[in-house]
């Protein structure tokens, strides 16, 4: 087993899991353990171009124009980052392919076996470790997005959207063995801890 595995963290908007990332990388940073965070989309260069096309407000995709953006931009964060860093550094995904079958997927209606076999396709033999699956209910869902000074297009969909993305999240890894539901309902300090014990029992 790699001492420096793969965590990704994922769910919907206002889980808190970027916060999350960041409190693990102060840590993983005190420990001088060797890391680097990604975020979808977003990483490398080119990704982060991408990045603003797809997060802008005043962008108007259709559904299978936006998936193939993300994967566009996770494809390049395969050849730039990750696969020079694999086995090198831990590595800290905020969102990952689990992202873009429960928003392409359960909350867009894209076939799912489109999206798994271009995913496939993309990530080759790259396996993660361990996934953080972060839920929100509604109030803090909306009292979180309320409170963001600067909202991007993900920031404005009605409830029931979100609600699709997060159950078919909950659909897809509620029962697998490298999963662990963080509920956001739970202070801050105590969900980091719970992420902390699971990745020393990995480094």
Known sequence: ???????????????GKSTQVKSISVYLKKKRVPFIILREPGGSKNS????????????NFNPITDLLLYLASRSENIEKIINKNLYKKIILIDRFVYSTLAYQHYGMGINLKLIKYLNKLIIKKIKIKHIFLHTVDKKNLFLRL????????YDNFKYSFYDKV???????????????????????????????????KYI
């Open 146 to 153: 309320n409170n963001r000074k600067n909202k991007n297009r």
């Open 48 to 59: 982060e171009k991408i990045r603003k096309i797809l997060l802008n407000k005043k962008s």
């Open 166 to 200: 997060q159950k078919g999240f909950l659909k897809m890894l509620k029962n697998k063995n490298n999963v662990t539901i963080i509920d956001t309902r739970k202070s801050q300090t105590d969900n980091t801890k719970e992420i902390l014990t699971i990745i020393n």
């Open 1 to 15: 087993m790699s001492k420096y595995p793969i965590f990704v963290f994922e769910g919907i908007e206002g889980t």
